[in-house]
């Protein structure tokens, strides 16, 4: 199947800065990527789905100004979350998919926030 | 709206004995199912899905899924449970131009020795 990779796979950051989030996927184009936020013990929230060149649609009650998400080639997207908070400390995964074929998932990253 | 309930949040199975994992939809259109697992800390494995034909999807590590319509269901089954599937079971629907998923809130397997 195909690889979709997420660096880093975890990552600590002090509350106030910015992480960044990468999504790669390795052997294929994918036009479409999404990203999921999950808390401890529940399931996986769609936050964002973006299309490559254009900017990302945002699910109800996502900040569009607090989780930036680029995706400026068919490869790579990215999430940044600006001005961290202990609250934003989550688990959170891409997937990424070809027009018309199904999505694979990324291995995640856990964001804590201290 | 669409929504994907999994009824069973946790699930204790002892090793070699079947399993049965519930998932209901709700979605407007027929949609992509599918069946995925995630290990602590872990990402997502897909196990099984279904997109057309026969409803009984046959997945990795013996795992199999059958699409019921009338239902609107799509329960995963083992018949015989090895100490390595424990771990956290989520059901997903998805849009046929896979614009967008929906996530039960997943079902913890725990399984005794």
């Known amino acids: 199947g195909a690889v979709v990779s997420q660096h880093p796979s975890w990552v600590i950051c002090k509350s106030g800065t910015s992480v960044k989030i990468e999504c790669r996927s390795l052997?294929?184009?994918?036009?479409?990527m999404f990203w999921y936020r999950q808390f401890p013990k529940q399931s996986l929230m769609l936050m964002a789905t973006s299309n490559e060149g254009s900017k990302a649609t945002y699910e109800q009650g996502v900040e569009k100004d607090k989780f930036l998400i680029n995706h400026a080639s068919l490869t790579l997207s990215t999430l940044t979350v600006t001005s961290a908070h202990p609250e934003d400390s989550s688990f959170y995964i891409c997937?990424?998919?070809?027009?018309?074929?199904?999505?694979?998932f990324g291995q995640g990253t856990r964001l804590t926030v201290v | 709206a669409q929504s994907v309930t999994q009824p069973d949040i946790h699930i204790t199975v002892s090793e070699g004995a079947s399993l049965e994992l519930r998932c209901n939809y709700s979605y407007g259109a027929t949609p992509y199912l599918f069946w995925y697992v995630q290990s602590p800390g872990q990402g997502l494995q897909l196990l099984l899905k279904y997109f057309s034909g026969d409803t009984l999807v046959q997945g990795i590590k013996g795992f199999e899924a059958e699409f019921k319509r009338s239902q609107s269901s799509f329960n995963l089954r083992k018949p015989s449970v090895h100490w390595s599937d424990a771990a956290e079971y989520f059901c997903?629907?998805?849009?046929?131009?896979?614009?967008?998923?929906?996530f039960g809130s997943g079902t913890k397997l725990n399984v005794k020795p």
């Open positions: 997937s990424a998919s070809k027009r018309g074929a199904e999505a694979f």
């Open positions: 997903a629907v998805g849009a046929r131009n896979f614009n967008k998923f929906y």
């Open positions: 052997d294929f184009q994918a036009t479409t």
